[in-house]
């Protein structure tokens, strides 16, 4: 078959590339929780992304490198997959060495597979990408973890004086950012991705949870995403301030939006973790949550890269 291919051309595209991953939903590790991902500011280049077509114009596949996580997101329609997976590689090879001396650039960029998804771990070992399951200290893994609303959510109110609620729209996006990059140690989010989010077409202002300290500062946050197509929810991210840990306002927040989720009609929840992530993993397993795709992380280098 012929495809066609180009860059990434605005908010009609996204909404396609959106639709591409709802269909191949079985195939892919993010699908719901895309407008997250693709608010992060990845797609302010449009030659960061690509997409293919078939000959009758339809959306085959897509690849982005999302600059944020330092890592390679795409989606293929699993007639198009053998034609198209290794040509997507090699779009993404060619597209992050341009970027290498720019403030765009990575020394390194990272892809994520299904274990079983043999072709695509063939062709991620043939593009240089190398499993980083077994690499010493710096070994990575992860897990995609599902539940059903057959499954009553267990209910924690938050400690005395703290409050859970939703977000306070754009102007409460500096302290998000804040408790965020505190959460994470990382400076990554930024306040033009958080804004972004909340306006995204698919963005749910009740799903966006944030726990309140009596002072007034934010401690801890659970942001959920649902489809109603599909009737499937995700949590993406959720995190909590160092300095509140001992409050387990993680499983207060996860319990809030995994309810909400639940009243909207969200028939299955998904959630990714790092199986290094003990606490993480613990809290989602306690939730009911269950692995149902161990996900191998691959990496490519251009430059070496001190840890």
Same mark, same amino acid.
């Given at each position: ?12 595209? &996204? ?16 699908? =719901? ?15 960061? /992304?690509?997409? $293919? ?11 982005? @490198?999302?600059?944020?996580? $330092? =890592? ?18 090699? $779009? ?31 062709? %991620?070992?043939?593009?240089? #990408?190398?499993? &980083? ?16 609303? &057959?499954?009553?959510?267990?209910? #924690? ?9 939703? @977000? ?7 302290? *998000?950012?804040?408790?965020?990059? /505190?959460?994470?140690?990382? !400076? !990554? ?7 972004? +989010? ?26 959920? $995403?649902?489809?109603? /197509? ?22 207060? +927040? ?6 909400? %989720? &639940? ?6 929840? *998904? ?7 003990? !606490?993480?993993?613990?809290? #989602? ?12 992380? #691959? ?9």
């Amino acid at each position: 078959m012929e495809f066609s291919q180009r860059s990434f051309q605005g908010e009609i595209d &996204q909404r396609l590339m959106e639709d591409l991953a709802c269909q191949t939903l079985a195939a892919n590790l993010h699908v =719901t929780d895309l407008p997250y991902r693709f608010s992060s500011g990845a797609l302010n280049d449009p030659e960061n /992304a690509r997409l $293919w077509f078939d000959r009758h114009g339809q959306l085959a596949a897509w690849a982005v @490198l999302q600059v944020p996580f $330092w =890592t390679l997101d795409y989606v293929c329609h699993t007639a198009a997959e053998a034609e198209l997976h290794a040509g997507m590689l090699a $779009w993404a090879d060619q597209r992050a060495r341009a970027a290498l001396e720019t403030d765009q650039g990575h020394p390194c960029w990272f892809a994520n597979v299904f274990s079983g998804q043999a072709d695509r771990i063939r062709d %991620l070992e043939g593009a240089g #990408y190398q499993w &980083q399951g077994e690499v010493g200290e710096n070994s990575l893994a992860k897990v995609l973890m599902r539940r059903t609303s &057959q499954t009553s959510t267990k209910v #924690y109110l938050p400690p005395a004086g703290f409050t859970v609620r939703p @977000l306070a729209g754009m102007d409460e996006v500096p302290d *998000y950012v804040a408790l965020h990059r /505190a959460a994470f140690g990382s !400076t !990554t989010m930024t306040e033009e991705w958080r804004a972004r +989010t909340l306006r995204h077409p698919n963005y749910q202002p009740d799903l966006d949870i944030v726990v309140e300290t009596p002072d007034g500062r934010l401690a801890a946050f659970c942001i959920c $995403w649902f489809d109603e /197509a599909s009737r499937i929810g995700r949590v993406e991210p959720l995190g909590c301030h160092q300095d509140f840990r001992r409050f387990a306002l993680g499983r207060v +927040t996860l319990s809030d939006g995994l309810r909400r %989720l &639940q009243s909207r009609g969200a028939e299955t929840i *998904y959630v990714e973790t790092d199986v290094d992530r003990n !606490t993480a993993l613990r809290l #989602y397993e306690s939730f009911d949550f269950q692995v149902i795709h161990d996900v191998l992380v #691959y990496r490519i280098d251009y430059a070496k890269v001190e840890w």
